[in-house]
């Protein structure tokens, strides 16, 4: 099981369902809370919804009713929300590595779909460490 020294959630967004299941799948021995999402109105009800809670946000780019890019946007422009938020972007977008640049602090990297499970956990870390 991979430690957890500050309690946070981990949120996945994404219109697929299958993608969520395989991420929530990769993450079975994170031991957090994880909530899935299907587009990016329910991603922003969630982070709303739980005002204190600190989410790392696996954040699909390509949803209805408000895509990610959205999402991405509404949290930079919150500083309760940026404080609190850490974003991981993953995506069919063979552009992905480019994606990162002009997303804000709020998006720790960007990631590639399939992705890779262990690059996942590592950014997972990362952002623990940032919301500490």
């Not at 739980?50 to 919150?78: F, H, T, Y």
Request: net charge negative.
């Amino acid at each position: 099981m991979t430690n957890i020294e500050n309690p946070y959630a981990i949120l996945i967004a994404d219109d697929d369902e299958i993608n969520r299941v395989i991420l929530k799948h990769m993450l079975k021995y994170v031991s957090v809370e994880i909530s899935c999402v299907s587009n990016g109105e329910e991603a922003m009800a969630f982070l709303n919804e739980s005002a204190n809670r600190k989410v790392i946000l696996l954040l699909d780019l390509n949803m209805p009713n408000m895509d990610g890019n959205e999402v991405i946007a509404r949290v930079n422009m919150d500083s309760s929300l940026k404080s609190r938020v850490k974003i991981i972007v993953i995506t069919a977008n063979l552009l992905s590595a480019y994606l990162k640049t002009g997303m804000g602090d709020s998006v720790l990297d960007c990631l590639e779909k399939p992705v890779n499970k262990e690059e996942l956990i590592n950014l997972i870390k990362l952002g623990a460490t940032q919301l500490n």
